[in-house]
């Protein structure tokens, strides 16, 4: 399946501008999920409208303070085969070489986040970023001694995040949980998808927004049913405790928020809902 639409959009947090760059979309067998029964959570799509088998998107963020450009994540590259890795003409379709990204704030080290991190060579795809991840996630995928005792399913995933880390060796800054690691940007620690799965929060003035990563793979059964899970999470039970703490956070506060795998421009806030919760997007304001 290819995109018909450019997959790019732009909105504001005070000074700071962020666009989302669509990077494509696969289709998911409810065989990915844990937490739930299929049959609840193919309900749960189609009480939604939504189609079956259930589809996943996939967005990577710039975002642009000052003259900096950052991006945070880097897509599936192309992981996925021809229909993905869409972010890199998101990119180059606002006139933005990789050689002017300053910065990549990772998410997370998985294939959907990280493969667009290098080239088919194997270099970095971002000559001159700097690379920041949390220091739990680098310490995770990096171990030798973790990788080894991983069941052989992980284990590719164990070699793409060194594949894509180690270029970036040299100019990789490990951070912890409320750092602030440039003014804007402070780290949002939310365990268990992986061990160092980071929400970046992004403030400007009186506007803030925290962009979760992989808090949900399925808007359409996740938000009502906080407790299904991917069987991707490293810690699903731990994912489980993030997700429900992050939707109660963010609807309390009535906080922002902007996800890899909402639904493109994934911007929107969270609402308590008769049952779980719902996610409401932003508004088109042209
Ligand atoms: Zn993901």
Redesign the pocket.
């Known amino acids: 399946m290819t995109t018909s639409n450019p997959g790019v959009y732009r909105t504001k947090i005070g000074d700071i501008a962020i666009t989302a760059l669509n990077d494509g979309m696969f289709e998911a067998g409810t065989g990915v999920l844990v937490g739930i029964t299929p049959d609840d959570a193919e309900r749960l799509e189609v009480a939604h409208f939504r189609a079956l088998p259930p589809r996943i998107t ?1 967005s990577a963020f710039l975002v642009e303070i000052g003259a900096k450009k950052i991006l945070i994540d880097a897509g599936s590259a192309n992981a996925f085969g021809p229909a993905h890795g869409f972010m890199r003409k998101g990119l180059a379709s606002l006139g933005i070489a990789p050689g002017e990204i300053s910065t990549v704030l990772l998410t997370h080290a ?1 294939i ?2 990280a493969s667009g991190l290098i080239d088919d060579a194997g270099a970095a795809y971002f000559p001159n970023a700097e690379l920041i991840l949390n220091a739990a996630e680098a310490e995770f995928w990096l171990n030798a001694d973790i990788a080894a005792a991983a069941p052989d399913a992980a284990k590719d995933s164990f070699a793409l995040a060194v594949r894509c880390l180690t270029p970036y060796r040299e100019r990789t800054r490990q951070v912890k949980h409320g750092e602030v690691v440039m003014p804007g940007v402070m780290v949002q620690h939310l365990p268990g998808h992986t061990p160092g799965h980071t929400g970046w929060i992004l403030a400007s003035g009186d506007d803030s927004l925290l962009v979760w990563g ?1 808090v949900v ?1 399925l808007p359409g059964i996740q938000f009502t049913n906080p407790d299904a899970g991917m069987v991707f999470d490293t810690d699903a039970d731990l994912a489980r405790v993030s997700r429900r703490k992050t939707f109660d956070m963010a609807a309390t506060d009535r906080l922002r928020v902007a996800g ?2 909402l639904d493109f421009p994934c911007f929107g806030h969270v609402a308590k809902a008769a049952q779980g919760y719902a996610f409401v997007p932003d508004v088109w304001l042209a």
């Open positions: 996939i998985h959907d986040h992989d793979h890899m795998h």
